[in-house]
Nanobody
Framework: QVQLVESGGGLVQAGGSLRLSCAAS????????MGWFRQAPGKEREFVAR????????GYADSVKGRFTISRDNAKNTVYLQMNSLKPEDTAVYYC???????????WGQGTQVTVSS
């Protein structure tokens, strides 16, 4: 059974930092893309960042480029999202996802809330 479990969300002031973690289990993800997405109240879910588990190549949404960093720890089967210089507009539920193809994700976590106060 595939599981993606996010943690690390919380309340932070604007300009602060948080690090989200996504622990993956239940299958081998070595060829997969791991992504972070977010959904704010009343808005559609949007892409934030992705990393290819084997190559380490990354991609980011323009809105977070230069502030967020995605990484993975192969030994721990965990993907991280380091979020710096947080803004109130970053407030959302953040989801971890895994997919064999870059733009198609078949496994999703339950989400973790990030709230940035002004």
């Amino acid at each position: 059974q595939v599981q993606l479990v996010e943690s690390g969300g919380g309340l932070v002031q604007a300009g602060g930092s948080l690090r989200l973690s996504c622990a993956a289990s239940g299958r081998t993800f070595s060829s997969y893309f791991m992504g972070w997405f977010r959904q704010a109240p009343g808005k559609e879910r949007e892409f934030v960042a992705r990393v290819n588990w084997s190559s380490g190549s990354t991609g980011y949404a323009d809105s977070v480029k230069g502030r967020f960093t995605i990484s993975r720890d192969n030994a721990k089967n965990t993907v991280y999202l380091q979020m710096n210089s947080l803004k109130p507009e970053d407030t959302a539920v953040y989801y971890c996802a895994a997919g064999y193809y870059r733009y198609s994700y078949e496994y999703w976590g339950q989400g973790t809330q990030v709230t940035v106060s002004s």
